[in-house]
Nanobody, 123 residues
Framework: VQLQASGGGLMQAGGSLRLSCAVS????????MGWVRQAPGKEREVVASILWSGGNTYYADSVKGRFTISRDNAKSTVYLQMNSLKPEDTAVYYC?????????????????WGQGTQVTVSS
């Protein structure tokens, strides 16, 4: 599985960004896709995940109500819409994937990783 993330950048607090993750290499049925972030000096945190089949989602408490994860089957792409951004959302964001059986709520669950994309939110 190859994952290509894009869409990061610099944004003022309160603004919005949308991250995209293009997936290739295999069919995604029975996979879980996640967005994982890592801020300087902190551990990786799964902020959102989605089951490719069925669309069930998970959100970390820190982003509930502000971030939305979605997928486009035709484009084999996963998105993370980030609204009401806060300075504490500043991190490198990674898309990740693995078999749905692993759950997907913890960074250690994922075997496949894309390159990170930097999101910086200024106050």
């Amino acid at each position: 599985v190859q994952l290509q993330a894009s869409g990061g950048g610099l944004m003022q607090a309160g603004g919005s960004l949308r991250l995209s993750c293009a997936v290739s290499g295999r069919t995604l049925a029975n996979y879980v896709m996640g967005w994982v972030r890592q801020a300087p000096g902190k551990e990786r945190e799964v902020v959102a995940s989605i089951l490719w089949s069925g669309g069930n989602t998970y959100y970390a408490d820190s982003v509930k109500g502000r971030f939305t994860i979605s997928r486009d089957n035709a484009k084999s792409t996963v998105y993370l819409q980030m609204n009401s951004l806060k300075p504490e959302d500043t991190a490198v964001y990674y898309c990740a994937a693995d078999s749905a059986v692993v759950g997907g709520r913890f960074a250690a669950d994922y075997a496949y990783w894309g390159q990170g994309t930097q999101v910086t939110v200024s106050s």
